[in-house]
């Protein structure tokens, strides 16, 4: 949720504020929070929407709704960040869009030569720390959390980069 991801932004700014950080919040990439969690055999994730909507179970509506419920919801989010970070400059921008029926597309196929894929906003906002938000997730104990369980490369081609 990108609540915790603001928290751990918030607490390492004030822990290192001569440091730059970058923020990867998955929303308002799937999965869509207003369709609840389901559970898949296939994914990491929720069901595949975009192989929904193709197939039916959802129509156009109901999927942009979601998407853009997802993007408010991480904007809220970024909002707080905004009012507890001091920066002449933060840059709010994506690794990717998503394809809404151009050529047929829905989401974002690797290597789809469109641009609704390939263009990405690009944001730059000052911030100014009021000290409103007290984080209730803190980074003391992340910097050396090793979790067995967890396989990083695994979790990098989760995420789409390697």
């Known amino acids: 949720p990108p609540e915790v991801i603001t928290d751990y932004g918030i607490d390492a700014y004030r822990k290192h504020e001569e440091k730059r950080m970058i923020l990867h919040y998955m929303q308002p ?22 192989h929904e909507l193709l197939f039916g179970e959802y129509s156009i509506e109901e999927v942009w709704n979601a998407y853009a419920d997802n993007l408010e919801w991480v904007l809220e989010d970024i909002e707080r960040l905004f009012r507890n970070v001091d920066a002449d400059s933060v840059v709010i921008t994506s690794d990717h869009g998503n394809a809404f ?3 047929g597309i829905y989401g974002h196929p690797k290597y789809a030569p469109i641009s609704a894929i390939k263009q990405v906003p690009w944001v730059e906002l000052p911030a100014e720390n009021t000290e409103q938000a007290e984080p209730k997730h803190t980074i003391e104990g ?6 067995p369980e967890v396989n990083v490369e695994d979790r990098l081609a989760d ?4």
């Open 159 to 162: 995420l789409g980069y390697v």
């Open 29 to 50: 990439h799937q999965p869509f929070r207003s369709f609840g969690t389901r559970e898949s055999s296939d994914s990491w994730i929720s069901n595949d929407v975009w």
């Open 101 to 103: 029926g151009e050529f």
């Open 142 to 147: 992340l910097e050396n959390r090793e979790d």
